[in-house]
């Protein structure tokens, strides 16, 4: 069957730039697979698809697509032979109907074609039936149009048809449909558009004023040639990145790295031009965090920094335009940004008027939830449980600089500067805290304490910021599922599993001996009497988070599972468990002692009665239990002499030596002896091994 590359391409109006590149994706994507479906496209063939996106279109070129679909045999299943046919073995009015509503008289349907096997355990009519193939032209217009339905639009918008009468949802008007089957023209049409040929370059700068594609391999380079459009995401984006490394390095500096820039200026040009730009040296007295973010957020540009990470005066910008003289098109950005600039100077100067301290009453006028008072009423929340951790980590002296920078943290939310820019809270205050004399401590602490912000951010600095951060994200754990506000599915809109792995994240990095049990009741204990008690869903919570951040790690689940069995209090160990868990996994002992302690456990829980205190060694009658008694005695004193230094894999690994005396001891002795004496007896010896072995993990969640 012949087969053809086909290129579809919509052309509408300026495409949102934040959803373009997943726009682009998602076109490509579905509707490679929407062919697929249709049997015009092998699975294989749209794995090669290639989609592009530029701010005024999306489109997709897809290789080896048919003419038309192959003609298939199909089994149909109609109905049980019970309810098909007749006492007297005649087909049912049920059956009849059933024919007729899938296009078929009784008598149309040859007896070959009817088929009687059995299925579930009941004997079932089927009809083998041939289902000829779509054309191109058939399946197209339908991929097309599911295509169209299923795209990630952020925000639809309604606009009417040339005819005055018709409305079509989209995300933005479309002007355009290309469809192209190697070189012919499909008839198909979508969103009131009928496929052509032709599409538009650049608005200023394409050669002609229309390009017919000739082909539907020539699409790419046709619109490069004669449009000035580079139709490539990919290609458009690697040649940013290519010209902002040459502009930097021409200058000895390097531009701001920041994927989500990238893309979003990748989606608002189509033939990307870099120039650099300067500004006025005196702006830099403003923290560069605050000049960083007005040129990346409101104008999109690249600023340059040094080798040590700090802000020149010089920035790069991306433009859509290649004029001979480039001259007003930099002096045009330089003049917008300077507006921008003064204003986070002027923001930054009104604010360095007033101290942290002497804004925080405001905080008691500001809403923090409605059903969890004002902020100020968090802060003292805060303060009280950052003077608690902050005591246990370091005692008085700690608790005291905990408490300062907690009682400032969110002072900088009525500051002018994070009223414009809110992305900057904490940062502004870290800031205002050095200008106001705070020691540096505190000031770090009030810079970093809503971090980590996400994954892979870096955690808080010191010891005070630590305290601080767990504080805030405890206070804001312990707030919200106390009013019933947990993270539902997908839905998270209060950012707690953020939180609780922020919480996991300082725990276990920072190796903190700090018990989150503990943890989560002074959480609770912070809030007046009255709000609600979610102490254990709380800690579910967390430990749920633990285990997926653990996983990420690297480790099985049978290696998680095994540690966190043993709920450790102090998550700092945790890593060094979870190796030794490993290390004793790779012996050739593990397996089998894994399964003897699965064994144990089973054993010691379906036990009625109570365990003897200890082993009385004149109840150990045979050679097996008395060996097993000797070695547990034997190797029980240096395995806990190593799990209480911490060298978690030195005590696991001395437990191999048990292997030879549990097998024996399993196979030669009865622990539900008759005499009661000797059956309490086995079972502390069995306790006795069992504690000896799940120190440091439960190893029976080892066993396959």
């Not at 697979?33 to 070129?61: G, K, M, N």
């Not at 920041?258 to 730009?277: F, G, M, N, Q, Y």
């Given at each position: 069957?012949?087969?053809?590359?086909?290129?579809?391409?919509?052309?509408?109006?300026?495409?949102?730039?934040?959803?373009?590149?997943?726009?682009?994706?998602?076109?490509?994507?579905?509707?490679?697979?929407?062919?697929?479906?249709?049997?015009?496209?092998?699975?294989?063939?749209?794995?090669?698809?290639?989609?592009?996106?530029?701010?005024?279109?999306?489109?997709?070129?897809?290789?080896?697509?048919?003419?038309?679909?192959?003609?298939?045999?199909?089994?149909?299943?109609?109905?049980?032979?019970?309810?098909?046919?007749?006492?007297?073995?005649?087909?049912?009015?049920?059956?009849?109907?059933?024919?007729?509503?899938?296009?078929?008289?009784?008598?149309?349907v040859p007896d070959a074609d009817l088929v009687i096997r059995e299925e579930g355990g009941a004997e079932q009519v089927f009809l083998n039936q041939v289902v000829k193939g779509l054309s191109l032209e058939e399946a197209l217009e339908a991929a097309l149009k599911a295509t169209v339905a299923a795209l990630p639009i952020p925000k639809v918008m309604r606009y009417q048809l040339a005819d005055g009468w018709t409305s079509v949802d989209f995300v933005r008007p479309a002007h355009g449909l290309v469809a192209l089957h190697g070189t012919e023209v499909k008839s198909v049409s979508v969103l009131g558009l009928q496929a052509g040929r032709r599409t538009h370059g650049h608005r200023f700068e394409a050669r002609v004023s229309a390009i017919d594609i000739t082909h539907a391999d020539s699409y790419a380079q046709q619109l490069r040639d004669d449009g000035a459009v580079i139709a490539s995401f990919a290609e458009r984006r690697?040649?940013?990145?290519?010209?902002?490394?040459?502009?930097?390095?021409?200058?000895?500096?390097?531009?701001?790295?920041?994927?989500?820039?990238?893309?979003?200026?990748?989606?608002?040009?189509?033939?990307?031009?870099?120039?650099?730009?300067?500004?006025?040296?005196?702006?830099?007295?403003?923290?560069?965090?605050?000049?960083?973010l007005t040129m990346k957020a409101n104008q999109k540009?690249?600023?340059?920094?040094?080798?040590?990470?700090?802000?020149?005066?010089?920035?790069?910008?991306?433009?859509?335009?290649?004029?001979?003289?480039?001259?007003?098109?930099?002096?045009?950005?330089?003049?917008?940004?300077?507006?921008?600039?003064?204003?986070?100077?002027?923001?930054?100067?009104?604010?360095?008027?007033?101290?942290?301290?002497?804004?925080?009453?405001?905080?008691?006028?500001?809403?923090?939830?409605?059903?969890?008072?004002?902020?100020?009423?968090?802060?003292?929340?805060?303060?009280?449980?950052?003077?608690?951790?902050?005591?246990?980590?370091?005692?008085?002296?700690?608790?005291?600089?905990?408490?300062?920078?907690?009682?400032?943290?969110?002072?900088?939310?009525?500051?002018?500067?994070?009223?414009?820019?809110?992305?900057?809270?904490?940062?502004?205050?870290?800031?205002?805290?050095?200008?106001?004399?705070?020691?540096?401590?505190?000031?770090?602490?009030?810079?970093?304490?809503?971090?980590?912000?996400?994954?892979?951010?870096?955690?808080?600095?010191?010891?005070?910021?630590?305290?601080?951060?767990?504080?805030d994200k405890l206070e804001t754990l312990a707030g919200l599922f106390g009013i019933g506000q947990v993270p539902t599915g997908d839905k998270d809109p209060f950012a707690l599993r953020r939180h609780a792995l922020g919480v996991i994240r300082m725990l276990v990095e920072r190796e903190l001996p700090l018990a989150v049990p503990a943890l989560v009741d002074a959480a609770f204990g912070v809030f007046p009497a009255g709000h609600g008690d979610a102490r254990e869903a709380l800690q579910h919570f967390v430990y749920e988070r633990l285990v997926g951040y653990l996983r990420e790690g690297g480790y099985s689940a049978q290696e998680v599972d095994a540690v966190i069995a043993v709920r450790p209090q102090g998550w700092g160990q945790l890593p060094r468990r979870l190796a030794a868990v490993r290390a004793f996994g790779a012996l050739p002992?593990?397996?089998?002692?894994?399964?003897?302690?699965?064994?144990?456990?089973?054993?010691?829980?379906?036990?009625?009665?109570?365990?003897?205190?200890?082993?009385?060694p004149a109840l150990l009658t045979e050679p097996a239990e008395q060996a097993l008694a000797a070695a547990v005695a034997e190797i029980e004193p240096g395995a806990t002499a190593a799990y209480e230094r911490g060298d978690y894999t030195a005590s696991l690994q001395a437990l191999a030596a048990l292997k030879v005396p549990v097998d024996r001891f399993f196979d030669a002795v009865m622990v539900n002896a008759e005499d009661p004496a000797l059956r309490r007896n086995r079972l502390a010896l069995l306790a006795s091994l069992h504690g000896a072995m799940n120190r440091v993990a439960d190893l029976s969640r080892l066993a396959a």
């Open positions: 069957m012949s087969t053809q590359n086909l290129l579809v391409e919509l052309f509408v109006e300026e495409l949102p730039p934040k959803a373009l590149k997943k726009l682009g994706e998602a076109f490509g994507t579905r509707l490679a697979e929407e062919l697929v479906s249709r049997r015009a496209l092998e699975p294989e063939d749209a794995d090669r698809r290639t989609w592009f996106a530029s701010p005024r279109r999306l489109a997709v070129h897809v290789p080896s697509v048919r003419a038309s679909a192959p003609d298939v045999r199909e089994s149909k299943k109609l109905m049980p032979l019970k309810v098909a046919q007749t006492p007297e073995g005649t087909w049912s009015p049920a059956f009849i109907k059933k024919l007729r509503s899938l296009g078929y008289t009784e008598g149309g690697a040649e940013i990145v290519r010209q902002l490394g040459e502009a930097a390095a021409r200058e000895g500096l390097q531009p701001i790295d920041d994927e989500a820039l990238l893309d979003e200026v990748t989606a608002l040009v189509e033939r990307p031009s870099v120039l650099l730009c300067r500004f006025e040296p005196e702006f830099l007295a403003v923290p560069q965090e605050c000049l960083i540009y690249f600023p340059l920094l040094d080798a040590s990470g700090r802000l020149t005066e010089r920035f790069l910008i991306v433009s859509n335009i290649r004029p001979d003289d480039a001259s007003r098109v930099i002096q045009g950005n330089e003049r917008v940004v300077r507006p921008r600039l003064a204003d986070a100077k002027f923001f930054f100067d009104q604010d360095r008027k007033r101290t942290l301290e002497s804004r925080v009453p405001q905080l008691a006028r500001v809403v923090y939830h409605g059903k969890l008072g004002t902020q100020g009423e968090r802060v003292e929340r805060v303060r009280a449980l950052a003077r608690s951790i902050g005591d246990q980590l370091g005692g008085p002296a700690l608790a005291a600089q905990a408490d300062r920078a907690a009682l400032l943290a969110k002072a900088d939310l009525v500051t002018d500067m994070v009223g414009e820019f809110p992305e900057l809270q904490g940062v502004m205050g870290g800031y205002y805290a050095r200008h106001d004399g705070e020691p540096e401590a505190v000031a770090f602490a009030i810079e970093d304490h809503y971090r980590p912000r996400y994954a892979g951010d870096a955690l808080p600095r010191g010891e005070a910021g630590l305290a601080v951060a767990l504080a002992e593990a397996a089998p002692l894994a399964a003897a302690n699965k064994r144990v456990g089973n054993i010691l829980k379906k036990s009625a009665e109570e365990t003897a205190a200890r082993v009385d």
